[in-house]
């Protein structure tokens, strides 16, 4: 299962290493990709879920626009 968020308040590697970090704790994530310029985050997993995946990145100080 691959869900693609867009996320904006990202603007350097160390944003791109807070959200990669936030979302790999989450239970049943294997893989994160972070596009800074597209502003879109990959996320690869089992039972991945909106909800969680957006609560993750916010806790991480960054504002989930969309999840696809």
């Known amino acids: ?3 693609t968020m867009l ?4 603007s350097c590697n160390h944003c791109v290493m807070a959200v990669t970090n ?5 239970e049943g994530v294997t893989d994160v990709q972070v596009d800074l310029d597209s502003k879109k985050v990959e ?3 089992e039972n991945l879920m909106d909800e969680s995946l957006k609560e993750a990145v916010e806790e991480a100080g960054y504002d989930v626009v969309e999840i696809k």
């Open 1 to 3: 299962m691959k869900k």
């Open 7 to 10: 996320v904006e308040g990202m």
């Open 43 to 45: 996320v690869s997993g």
């Open 22 to 26: 936030a979302l790999k704790e989450l």
